[in-house]
């Protein structure tokens, strides 16, 4: 018995370990120079500076959607699935284009942070510079200068609105001694093609990971459904013993208490509502880098599933709670009323932030956590830094991990939880007696 403990602890210890190695790779890879560098100032004729991206960009790119489904890159080998594009473009029509660098490849579609632009031309109309200086007796006056900069690209922006598009780039430039120099900020203005609309149907990675997700579900209800058909009346086995005490527990603890009697019709939207978010947050801990309930379009379209199904098995009462709050004086019916309707919208807006919050800090938490092993090693610089951190950051990096598979479970059970409690209270009917005030009121 205690080996095959051992023997779990350890398969589940490595699987651990290999995403967390495979989070350190794409953080290195994310961290390194990037390609045509600045030229240094202070390097001497002909030295070049690296441009590093800064940490909080590092781990913004990490939970973010993108196009690319990046993994890590080992050496000069990136390890990614390029997803293809499809524009729609009303001066070109439907275009489709096999991966980011076939887009690159046509001179008139800018990719840049996940998104696409349509320009006249890839040579930039204008470019921008801001450059703060880390030498503290240079650092008031490059702040000075950087301050008479951003006004000038404010004015530029907002006397061209709409017929450029911008692109921006923050990172940090090291002299030819691999010192720090100083902090560098370059945005790059693109002439937009006018008159042309252009509606991006590409499939993004957090699209495909959700079709994963809901691939996953059907195949394992539906095995579990032939199952019970063919094993009718006999004990569970196998998959069908591990989802049914899941299934009994959201059909008894989830969905029965709260629906009034009503619940045998929403279970299987419960059903689909807890695993799909659960096997969402579970993807998100493997090596895979995804962030699915991280994603605020996820979970707003979540929420906005809540209140359609509020406002469509809503009574006469509920709305009459809302609209004219019975048993209070008349003059403070008003009141009652923005105070009601801000409750109507708070409820799926509550549940939304509160599972991309939930979810999104964790994925920030191990993030800072293996990034500080390039913060102290210096991106490389310093070897002492990053080896002496390099223990705690795993530590701490494996215990959050440890976490997150709870909270994963915890915030699947919290959102179906909270709707079938919203649900339930549209469903409620009420007794009222204006003339009693508010003890009539049920």
């Not at 001694?177 to 499939?203: C, N, P, R």
């Not at 008894?252 to 009503?262: C, F, I, R």
């Not at 994603?295 to 009462?317: G, H, Q, R």
Request: glycine share 8%; hydrophobic share 50%; aromatic share 12%.
């Amino acid at each position: 018995m205690k080996s095959q403990i051992l023997k779990r602890f350890t398969g589940f210890a490595a699987v651990i370990g290999i995403a967390i190695s495979l989070s350190l790779y794409s953080c290195k890879a994310q961290h390194g120079p990037v390609e045509g560098g600045h030229e240094s100032s202070a390097g001497g004729e002909g030295a070049h500076a690296e441009l590093e991206d800064e940490v909080s960009d590092v781990i913004i790119h990490h939970v973010m959607d993108t196009h690319d489904w990046h993994l890590a890159d080992v050496g000069e080998t990136e390890i990614a699935l390029h997803l293809p594009w499809i524009l729609y473009n009303s001066a070109t029509g439907i275009e489709f284009y096999g991966s980011t660098h076939a887009l690159a490849e046509n001179e008139h579609y800018l990719e840049a942070h996940g998104n696409v632009y349509y320009v006249s031309s890839k040579t930039p109309v204008r470019e921008f510079h801001f450059s703060t200086s880390k030498d503290p007796k240079l650092a008031a006056a490059s702040a000075a200068l950087v301050a008479t900069e951003r006004a000038e690209l404010k004015k530029f922006e907002t006397e061209n609105a709409g017929k450029y598009a911008f692109v921006h780039h923050k990172g940090i430039k090291r002299d030819a001694a691999g010192a720090k120099e100083a902090l560098i900020e370059h945005v790059t203005a693109y002439e937009l093609v006018q008159g042309a609309t252009l509606i991006d149907f590409s499939m993004t990675k957090t699209a495909l990971h959700i079709l994963i997700v809901a691939i996953v579900i059907f195949l394992m209800f539906t095995s579990v459904a032939r199952a019970y058909k063919k094993r009718g009346g006999m004990a569970p086995k196998g998959l069908q013993s591990f989802m049914e005490p899941v299934i009994l527990f959201v059909r008894d603890d989830v969905a029965k208490p709260y629906l009034h009697g009503k619940h045998e019709k929403f279970v299987p939207y419960f059903l689909t509502l807890f695993f799909f978010i659960w096997f969402s947050n579970l993807l998100g801990l493997t090596p895979l880098s995804s962030n699915i309930a991280g994603n605020t379009t996820i979970t707003i379209m979540l929420a906005m599933l809540t209140m359609v199904l509020i406002v469509a098995n809503s009574t006469k009462d509920f709305w009459m709670h809302i609209f004219w709050f019975p048993g209070v004086p008349i003059w403070m019916k008003p009141l009652m009323l923005v105070v009601e309707l801000m409750g109507f919208f708070t409820r799926p807006a509550a549940l939304a932030i509160r599972l991309f919050a939930n979810i999104s800090a964790g994925h920030f938490m191990v993030l800072a956590l293996i990034s500080l092993i390039f913060i102290l090693g210096d991106n490389g610089h310093s070897a002492a830094g990053a080896y002496t951190i390099m223990p705690l950051s795993l530590a701490f990096s494996l215990f959050i991990f440890m976490v997150e598979l709870l909270v994963a479970a915890v915030q699947a059970f919290v959102f179906s939880l909270l709707t079938a409690v919203f649900i339930g209270q549209a469903m409620e009917t009420h007794s009222h007696d204006e003339g009693h005030g508010a003890e009539a009121h049920h």
